[in-house]
DNA sequence: GATCAGGGTGGAAACGTTTCCACATCGAGA
DNA sequence: TCTCGATGTGGAAACGTTTCCACCCTGATC
């Protein structure tokens, strides 16, 4: 591959002036600028990052450590991130902690030798988050205690409660949460947002209906499998994630209920299969366009040395038919 | 950020002898590998890739070039890839063409410039893939005309044929196509399969019957909307890929269709999703796992400087419940 | 006509590694 | 005792850039 060299030796001109004419970084005269142009062009000539990156100490590539690429929010997320990325000619390492807390320090261990100018990260839960000192940093969509670094995340408070009162005023008091691990600040709010609701309508659940999962399809149909087996039984799931509400779903259907009719399911998290779905599901949108946007700028700014804050977007409750009034006993009627 | 400087300090040795005793790549004393080892745990070192890289002519990372990190067939596919490149301490640059070919051809001059030690990239159809000279490359899941490269694909032959079985098997002769781009190998493979298929059948489709999409949502829906106005209508459609099967459906749907019984709706793709559409999808699933780390074997094969070859995974008819019998005229009934 | 400002240019250093080469040491074999 | 090979070590070059600095022009200002 031809180096800065060969295009200076082609141009007749100094390394460092085709260095200036390629990059636009100090002066050089317009003849010179078109005759480098045209000889790297000839050539082929792709300057090796590389050796930028060792001389110039930015490497214009960034890291994102996903919790898991294969559920859609995180892999929508990842195209956001990675087309606002693009448009600045910034490279984007996607890696992934499969919701593993040791596969989340070697990513970030590769990630640091690779020198990326910035992090993204949905943390895994439980984990110190060992980051290079003075690497920027931005979380994403869950916080952990006691960094100072900006969280990007869903209004959890808002979605929570969009959801609660909305099966509230359907009818549904007997509400079971399948909620998301406890050791994430996502899986924490969203409960405890659920639970402040639930208690605002006088409607706490029974202890047996509050169950943990993962953020994980199989969680999804464990906790089904227990919830639907307590009597009386609640009129409505709310799962923590779209994962997991797959999986209540799927075990509901195993067992025979007709969804939005004898058992109401939904979810936190919107998806463009919930639609298409057996009845279509009822869900709390995030806004996975402005999520993106908003790490990718904070990271930004952090990486321009500028301050960078929380960002709290808005959630939307996005109604189908998961959670029509049919199953509600009489004694709510009223 | 500590260099291998410090270290060497630290430990008493010279650089030479530090790099040697990191890297076990060349003699020295257990003791002064210990004592090495030590130093470089104390001051955090972690080794400059963008340094190593330019002094060792490799990267250690490859480049992945995506058609669409929505589409779950391909996170999927990035997933597998990714796993098994971090086994090898390889990282992946994931790239979006977006089903575009001038993103294509921007991605590759990205990842280019990056010097990536290997390229694994789905190709968009119509576009000459514009690769340095010498760099590893494998095709996956499409080929384009004319390049040497590998390609990992399914046996796109053979899952057309084990749906259009099936279908005629359950009696439907009327059959629509919504097939993929004609510019995509895969889109024109899947195709000319059905057809040759359907004409062993004896019921060469209609020309209406027969609508390209692009391998996304809208066009399904576009498709359908087409198909599903044309007297006599087909009485089921076999879509090429798992987003515009969605879109046939919710087409379908909307107006007022009953899929499984008034029409059959089926795909080429099989999603972690189509088991609880309304109803369940039938589709021909391919193995993801088995393309991705054939594709990342052939392309370590390549990097490594031994040949490899081209690899046709078998794919695997799934049948649910979206196809059954009750659409088909008495014709066929015999 | 001398001075000055500033644009354009080239030489060379520096970034952090790896690796070639030369050298020193040591034990074994002649 | 001398030579030899193996082993461990350090110096220095090289990878391909960017950028500091010094230099040479040119044209304008005094």
């Known amino acids: 591959m031809a180096t800065i060299r060969d295009v200076a030796a082609r141009a007749g001109v100094s390394v460092a002036t085709a260095s200036r004419a390629l990059n636009g970084s100090g ?45 859609p929010f995180f892999s929508d997320l990842a195209y956001v991130i990675e087309q606002a990325a ?14 593993r807390t040791d596969r989340q320090e070697a ?20 984990a110190t988050l ?22 990007i ?9 969009q959801m609660i009162d909305h099966l509230v005023e359907l009818g549904h008091r007997d509400i079971a949460l399948v909620a998301g691990p406890q050791s994430s600040s996502s899986g924490r709010e969203r409960l405890a947002a659920c639970l402040a609701a639930l208690e605002g309508h006088g409607c706490t659940p029974r202890p047996e209906w509050i169950v943990e999962g993962d953020f994980q399809e199989r969680s999804g149909h464990v906790a089904a499998a227990a919830l639907l087996d307590t009597t009386p039984r609640p009129t409505a799931v709310f799962a923590g994630d779209n994962l997991m509400a797959v999986g209540v779903l799927s075990e509901a259907r195993k067992r025979g209920l007709r969804i939005g009719e004898d058992i109401a399911v939904v979810s936190f998290d919107d998806s463009r299969w919930f639609p298409l779905l057996d009845p279509p599901m009822t869900a709390v949108a995030q806004d996975v366009e402005s999520l993106g946007l908003a790490a990718y700028r904070a990271l930004k700014d952090l990486v321009a040395g500028r301050p960078s804050g929380d960002v709290v977007v808005p959630t939307r409750l996005v109604v189908r038919r998961s ?12």
């Open 27 to 71: 002066p050089a005269s317009p003849g010179t600028v078109e005759l480098v142009r045209r000889a790297a062009d000839d050539l082929g000539y792709r300057v090796n990052k590389a050796a930028r990156s060792l001389r110039t100490q930015r490497t214009d590539t960034i890291g994102l450590l996903l919790s898991d690429v294969r559920n």
């Open 86 to 99: 693009a448009a600045d000619h910034v490279s984007v390492i996607t890696m992934n902690a499969d919701e």
């Open 107 to 126: 990513a970030l261990r590769s990630l640091a030798t690779q020198r990326v100018d910035g992090l993204i990260v949905v943390p895994q839960g439980g």
């Open 130 to 151: 060992e980051v290079p000192t003075g690497m920027p940093l931005v979380l994403l969509d869950r916080r952990v205690d006691g960094s100072p670094a900006p969280v």
């Open 153 to 161: 995340q869903s209004d959890n408070e808002l979605g929570s409660r």
């Open 323 to 334: 959670c029509t009034t049919s199953s509600i006993p009489a004694r709510r009627s009223a």
